[in-house]
């Protein structure tokens, strides 16, 4: 166990519809990642949050967005679903944003969650 | 933008071979980290690797780093059936300001007792 949480585990939709994937980090972590992992694109980082903000950007849609709180858990909301979007979704957290932050020559490994699987029908 | 690929993509070998997966940047890395997804899991981390040439061992486990830190590898001596999964190797690119991490493709590993 991780440490990290993500509901729901499951979520069957129709295309055009919109969902809502939540995450909360581990206790302690201000830093959290959205990623996509699907059978032909592999892991695809998505978004970074740090402490509320938008830290970085990867290969996500604009038809997906993100926050974090400021309780530090995280949602992704996905709209006007298509069937390419069927995917694990994965969140991850780690203690710091970044090197700078951590003060440390070493990044900060990143905790991932059990996923949450989306089938867009 | 930075492309980080491995090879093989699979590999099934008998229990008690040996195994190892590389992993090739676009770019040179700042550091490489490993992860290790079993079927139906996430993926947990394994190991960084930071300096040029970085070698470090983990019990059957061997992770590399390339001189130019732009590849790296790990290989697993006597597989057993619990190495099962899908191996990933993830950079950041040198001089990246945040912790955004590039994933490999990755190597799924199947081990026939």
């Known amino acids: 166990d991780s440490g990290v949480t993500q509901t729901p585990k499951h979520l069957i939709t129709a295309t055009g519809q919109r969902v809502t994937l939540r995450c909360s980090p581990r206790?302690?972590?201000?830093?959290v990642y959205w990623y996509q992992q699907s059978l032909d694109q592999g892991l695809q980082f998505l978004i970074q949050?740090?402490?509320?903000?938008?830290?970085a950007k990867g290969n996500i849609l604009e038809r997906f967005s993100a926050q974090q709180f400021p309780d530090l858990h995280s949602e992704l909301n996905l709209s006007s679903l298509e069937l390419g979007d069927s995917a694990l979704y994965f969140c991850a957290s780690s203690a710091f944003p970044d090197r700078a932050t951590s003060g440390r020559a070493e990044y900060n490994e990143q905790f991932f969650g059990p996923g949450t699987r989306l089938t867009v029908l | 933008g930075q492309q980080v690929m491995q090879i093989p993509q699979y590999q099934h070998v008998q229990e008690g071979e040996d195994f190892t997966t590389y992993c090739n940047s676009s770019?040179?890395?700042?550091?490489i980290q490993w992860y290790k997804q079993r079927p139906g899991g996430h993926p947990v981390f394994l190991i960084q690797l930071v300096k040029s040439g970085e070698v470090k061992k983990q019990k059957r486990l061997t992770f590399q780093f390339g001189e130019a830190k732009k590849n790296s590898s790990l290989h697993i001596t006597a597989t057993q059936t619990t190495d099962v999964g899908t191996y990933f190797c993830a950079g950041r690119e040198y001089g990246g300001a945040t912790n955004k991490l590039i994933f490999g493709t990755g190597t799924l590993l199947a081990v026939q007792p």
């Open positions: 949050y740090y402490n509320g903000e938008e830290r």
């Open positions: 770019t040179t890395l700042s550091n």
């Open positions: 206790s302690g972590d201000l830093s």
